[in-house]
């Protein structure tokens, strides 16, 4: 309780110092707006949204925007491009302040957020700014130990949890992706697999069939998917490319690729493996 406390307590701080610091006219700041690729921020606004209320939100206080940054990628692992260049900015003082969403859009692991508390120790960065809280050198940048560390354990348990639920995946042997053509997704009992086409299983092994005869080249089997209403999973018509998975995937006879191994399927194969390696 006594921790909740002193949280509550810093929150209310926090605020009082931004309102207190809003015009300070010597900051020159950089918007930062980040959103997973991976779906692991389903919760954190999107992109367009962190940039449009913390625009909005720099107006009303007379912030000083050098430039907007925005990345679509996990804090989780090294490798940001643009927080990487955004931080060279600041490095070579272009500018001295972020305003941010929330303090975990800048940094989920521990070199990202050493990163920034350095440079707010070797003063290049003065400030980080959100619609809430203001963080500084002189006051509470020990919290942001805190949160980077917080937000780093956060990944860490999303990541451990998706792996066990894909090794439990693996055991079932469930496909644990998009259901590829001749396919689809559904619920078997308690767990989800996937299941032949109705419409399209014949038809991939007809073009399995085809094109192991020899007498036929990926160019005439897009033809002949086309004569036979093979689409996408989109419903479009099949492009080179496409042909070429469909003709290699090992889905079809009932192995899957996920995390750069293979692992036997318990959902129906459409092909036998002798047919897949005459058409090899």
Not at 117 to 131: C, M, S, V, Y
Not at 202 to 220: E, H, P, Q, W
């Amino acid at each position: 309780m006594a921790f909740l406390d002193s949280l509550k307590q810093f929150k209310l701080s926090t605020t009082r110092e931004a309102i207190k610091g809003y015009m300070n006219s010597s900051l020159k700041y950089f918007i930062y707006a980040r959103k997973s690729s991976e779906g692991k921020d389903r919760q954190a606004l999107s992109i367009e949204s962190q940039i449009r209320e913390l625009r909005e939100f720099a107006a009303k206080f007379s912030l000083e925007i050098i430039d907007v940054f925005e990345e679509s990628q996990s804090a989780y692992k090294l490798g940001r491009p643009v927080f990487d260049g955004m931080m060279k900015q600041i490095e070579a003082e272009k500018a001295n302040a972020l305003l941010v969403w929330k303090p975990d859009r800048l940094a989920r692991n521990a070199l990202d957020g050493g990163r920034v508390i350095q440079a707010i120790d070797d003063n290049h960065l003065k400030e980080i700014r959100t619609p809430y809280e203001c963080y500084k050198q002189e006051d509470n940048r020990m919290m942001l130990y805190i949160l980077f560390g917080m937000s780093n354990d956060y990944s860490r348990q999303i990541s451990a949890n998706v792996k066990r639920g894909l090794r439990q995946k693996y055991a079932r042997g469930e496909y644990p992706n998009k259901a590829p053509i001749g396919y689809i997704n559904a619920k078997t009992g308690l767990s989800r697999n996937i299941v032949p086409d109705p419409e399209k299983a014949d038809l991939i092994v007809k073009v399995y069939k085809l094109f192991a005869t020899g007498n036929y080249s990926v160019m005439d089997m897009l033809k002949v998917a086309k004569e036979w209403g093979l689409t996408s999973i989109y419903g479009k018509d099949i492009c080179k490319s496409a042909m070429y998975r469909i003709l290699t995937s090992t889905d079809y006879y009932g192995v899957y690729r996920h995390g750069g191994e293979y692992h036997q399927g318990s959902y129906e194969p459409i092909i036998s493996k002798t047919l897949y390696d005459q058409v090899q």
